[in-house]
């Protein structure tokens, strides 16, 4: 299957299971998303449990929330992830801390489906990776597929967490295939993906710069541990530091800004745990702090060149 594909089979797969999975958004329903995600689902669970909404993002969310701490299982679409800043009002005022402000009265079982990031020279609207601004509010899980299994099956553990998802969804990988069961199943949100195993040096990396990375390493025949974090809040630092302690180099590599990204986070964690097992500066290669352009986004973009650049940086450094 495409990761599309995928998608759709995990949201089908989740309401065929419990009637209480309802999804709304801007074209979900008669034109099946504007990737195509939510393709058939309107004809097969009826404009009930299929919605589709006005052009009104902060009122989208809003309608969510409201569904999950009613009962329902609440999945949103925003059509594109640069959209979701006009509700922000709602993601972090109202969806990551209702479970709190209620004291456990309330919970809000709702996963935020949205496109992100390049792909697409969409430019500075519609091409943005802002996951940091979700990492950082506490109260929600930030979740980006890197694959086609993937996507199904962490997008299928999100719908049974009892608490509010991000789940950011590549564009860059909508259209890569994979293995992918027809049947239900789950992956563990809260463990990183070990994808190749080495000795040399770590490569920590998410979403849509996974198979940059992987493509990048074997052409270049590198002996580098890739990780793929699955999960960005809460990420997996067990099996960050024992790979770090293995190889005892360290590159981060994602298609955010640098300044005050995920990498810096990562960098930082594990500097404060595992610094005396470190035999090189932690580097990172990211997309470029400023606006996402939209003819040049292949240079904005981490790329091969970066990439090898860093890793001969690591690899000599004495």
């Not at 990776?129 to 086609?148: A, I, K, M």
């Not at 960098?267 to 990211?286: F, G, H, M, N, Q």
């Amino acid at each position: 299957m495409t990761m599309v594909k995928a998608l759709n089979s995990a949201l089908d797969n989740a309401m065929e299971r419990d009637d209480s999975v309802i999804l709304l958004g801007e074209d979900v329903g008669t034109d099946g998303g504007v990737f195509r995600v939510t393709d058939g689902l309107l004809n097969k669970y009826g404009k009930e449990r299929v919605i589709d909404t006005p052009l009104a993002e902060l009122g989208i969310m809003g309608f969510g929330i409201g569904m999950a701490m009613e009962g329902l299982k609440a999945i949103p679409e925003i059509q594109f992830q640069d959209f979701l800043y006009t509700g922000m009002d709602q993601i972090i005022n109202q969806m990551a801390k209702l479970r709190y402000r209620t004291n456990g009265d309330y919970t809000v079982p709702m996963v935020l489906r949205t496109p992100y990031a390049g792909g697409v020279h969409g430019g500075p609207y519609h091409s943005q990776s802002g996951e940091v601004y979700f990492t950082h509010t506490q109260g929600l899980t930030v979740v980006t597929p890197s694959t086609p299994y993937d996507a199904k099956g962490l997008l299928l553990s999100s719908i049974e967490l009892n608490d509010p998802v991000i789940f950011l969804e590549p564009k860059r990988s909508y259209f890569i295939k994979g293995e992918v069961p027809e049947d239900y199943y789950k992956i563990d949100l809260r463990k990183a993906n070990v994808l190749k195993e080495g000795d040399d040096l770590t490569v920590i990396t998410y979403g849509p710069s996974v198979p940059l990375v992987q493509n990048t390493v074997k052409k270049n025949n590198v002996n580098a541990e890739i990780i793929d974090l699955r999960t960005l809040n809460p990420f997996d630092i067990n099996t960050i530091l024992t790979s770090v302690k293995k190889t005892g180099r360290v590159l981060i590599v994602h298609e955010a800004p640098k300044m005050f990204g995920v990498g810096a986070e990562l960098a930082a964690t594990i500097a404060e745990k595992a610094i005396d097992y470190l035999s090189a500066p932690i580097l990172r290669v990211t997309g470029l702090d400023i606006p996402v352009p939209f003819a040049l986004e292949d240079y904005y973009v981490p790329n091969e060149r970066r990439i090898m650049e860093a890793v001969n940086k690591l690899l000599n450094y004495q």
